[in-house]
């Protein structure tokens, strides 16, 4: 009797296999019943001819490249690919050019504006790239997206998410707790819009193992990021030493994303801002993209598009 072993790159494929039944397994079984299917940990094992193992390997790469693409992977899923020609390009969303990638339970992260568009072209083109706007615009939560498919697909081999943690003075001792516990408020967002892409687990394991590292300014001093999708986030907040310092990191093969709302500086007065020197520094740099968003760009609650309206007609009076 032959056998293969099929091993999956998920550390803990719970989903794949279907829930803590196995339901994704039963149906494989059910549809290759003269095959003896075994599962252990992230390997499958199959016993049986060799054409049908060959066929099945074939069903299970399909089913693995559904559920890498998608992070979801249901029964009824599993069955119409198992049932599909292998030719199908089963699943494939019509307007997949637009798509950044497939979230947790296959959520669909994409771009929703034309000046997010802009951005993830100019990210395409470009390996560093400003994208200058107020909140709300879709900023950081589009270059997370991209930094996590250029890790899914291999372009680099780890993201590196970094903000100025100016609220704390970046002077971090006064607060309870250990570096993590102190730093975690200040970069939340961050943490809340990779939990939208990338299941709970895998994302820890990331953390644990240093793929994804979630730092702020004080920390990238004297590093060289090869490798790595660098995105640093509220970079208004940065002073002229930070943005410098920062800039200069960027090793081989790394995208820099510097994203920003110049309206929304927290620095102490005469302390000019970073970003807005880099903007008007870097602005003819060829291989640098400037991506400007505006209120046409919001996609949080209507109200937050007309709360920005508001403050720019008061800011306009006085």
């Known amino acids: 009797m032959n056998e293969i072993v099929i091993e999956l790159a998920e550390d803990n494929p719970t989903e794949f296999y279907g829930g803590k039944?196995?339901?994704n397994i039963a149906l494989l079984k059910k549809y290759f019943p003269k095959i003896?299917?075994?599962?252990?940990?992230?390997?499958?094992?199959?016993?049986g001819e060799?054409?049908?193992?060959?066929?099945?390997?074939?069903?299970v790469d399909r089913l693995v490249s559904h559920y890498g693409k998608y992070n979801s992977l249901n029964g009824e899923t599993v069955q119409q690919i198992l049932e599909s020609d292998e030719e199908d390009n089963f699943g494939l969303d019509p307007d997949d050019n637009k798509v950044i990638l497939h979230g947790v339970g296959g959520k669909i992260i994409k771009?929703?504006?034309l000046n997010q568009a802009k951005l993830v072209d100019a990210m395409s083109k470009n390996d560093m790239v400003f994208a200058v706007g107020p909140a709300g615009t879709g900023k950081t939560y589009t270059g997370v997206a991209l930094a996590v498919k250029a890790l899914k697909t291999k372009q680099v081999k780890r993201i590196i998410l970094t903000r100025p943690a100016v609220e704390?003075?970046?002077n971090l001792g006064f607060l309870p707790g250990d570096l993590k516990e102190k730093l975690d408020p200040y970069m939340q967002p961050l943490y809340d819009a990779l939990r939208d892409m990338i299941p709970n687990e895998k994302l820890d394991h990331y953390i644990e193992n240093g793929i994804i590292q979630i730092a702020p300014m004080a920390f990238m001093r004297g590093r060289t990021l090869d490798n790595a999708f660098v995105i640093l986030d509220e970079a208004q907040n940065t002073t002229h030493n930070q943005m410098k310092m920062f800039l200069t990191r960027m090793g081989k093969n790394a995208k820099f994303m510097i994203t920003g709302d110049p309206g929304q500086i927290d620095l102490p007065r005469r302390v000019i801002s970073g970003l807005k020197e880099a903007?008007?520094?870097l602005g003819n740099v060829k291989g640098i993209g400037m991506i400007y968003l505006d209120d046409k760009d919001v996609i949080r609650h209507r109200?937050?598009?007309m709360v920005i309206d508001a403050y720019k007609q008061t800011e306009h009076h006085n």
Request: aromatic content about 6%; proline content about 0%; glycine content about 6%.
């Open 36 to 47: 003896k299917i075994v599962v252990r940990g992230n390997k499958i094992t199959a016993f």
């Open 50 to 59: 060799e054409e049908l193992l060959e066929a099945f390997e074939k069903q």
């Open 21 to 23: 039944n196995n339901k």
């Open 303 to 305: 109200l937050v598009r």
């Open 168 to 170: 704390a003075g970046e």
């Open 111 to 113: 771009a929703q504006t």
């Open 279 to 281: 903007i008007l520094v």
